[in-house]
């Protein structure tokens, strides 16, 4: 992340009235400088992390920097979540990477990303559906375990996503209110279909509004057999990629409901 650009885009946003601004990042370069704009402009921060050190190593590399880096931001005290690619590779370590951000006082959340395949991804890489679902009950009770010691806990973010009601669609780009802009000046409807002709929405200087604004819409037929209560759908990017990979984001949002009552605090509704 180039820190001049990020600095100027989030004073933009801004100076526009944006509400809220998160940067995602794989966490190995948090340094004073990002520090200091991520405070400056009040910014959520999301770091990438796929697993315990011996899993995202091979998954991503540079782990030890990654730590390194989480603990500047503990000891700055910004808070930050982890997003974690859940695959074959790295399901079933899950619940130790609970364990690993215990030990973080500002790590605020863990979120689930089922893989997407594409690029070098295969659905071979996907996780089998009862590994994922064992995991994901596993991480959320050492989560719970964790969270009874801790002063500030580490939400689930598919627990605090069941019950969320109608939001119009999954996401901004189902809505037709997202556009990801990649280093040469193209333009997609979402991250995860960037690199696929079919979704191209023109250039940074030419930009195709009609389609971006008219959304994502895969085929969510299946979706009204299922009895999961507020469900918000599927990732649409993920369901136009692969149907096997949209149907185990349904296993965790089945697992995350079977977890909950309407009463339950990590329920409760979050946009």
Known sequence: LVP??????????????????NIQTNGVAIDDRFIDIVKRHRMGVGVSLDGPPAVNDVMRGRTADVLAGLARLEAAGVPFGVTAVVCRHTAATLPDLAFLLGGFATARSIGLDVLRPTGRATEDDLPDAKVLRDAYFAL??????????RAAPISLREQKAVFCGDTGGYCAAERGTAATLTPDGLIYPCAGLVGDPAYARGTAGAPDME?????????????????????????????????????????????????????????????
């Open 4 to 21: 001049d650009v990020v600095d100027a885009v989030a004073t933009h946003a801004r100076a526009m009235g944006a509400g809220r601004l």
């Open 211 to 271: 389609a971006l604004r008219a959304g994502l819409h895969p085929n969510f037929s299946g979706c009204t057999e299922c009895r999961v209560p507020g469900c918000r759908g599927r990732c649409p990017s993920r369901a136009l990629i692969s149907q096997r990979a949209a149907a185990l984001d349904c296993v965790l949002r089945r697992a995350a409901a079977s977890l909950c009552s309407e009463e339950t605090p990590s329920c409760r509704a979050v946009n």
């Open 140 to 149: 959320a009770a050492r989560l719970d375990w964790i969270n009874r010691r």
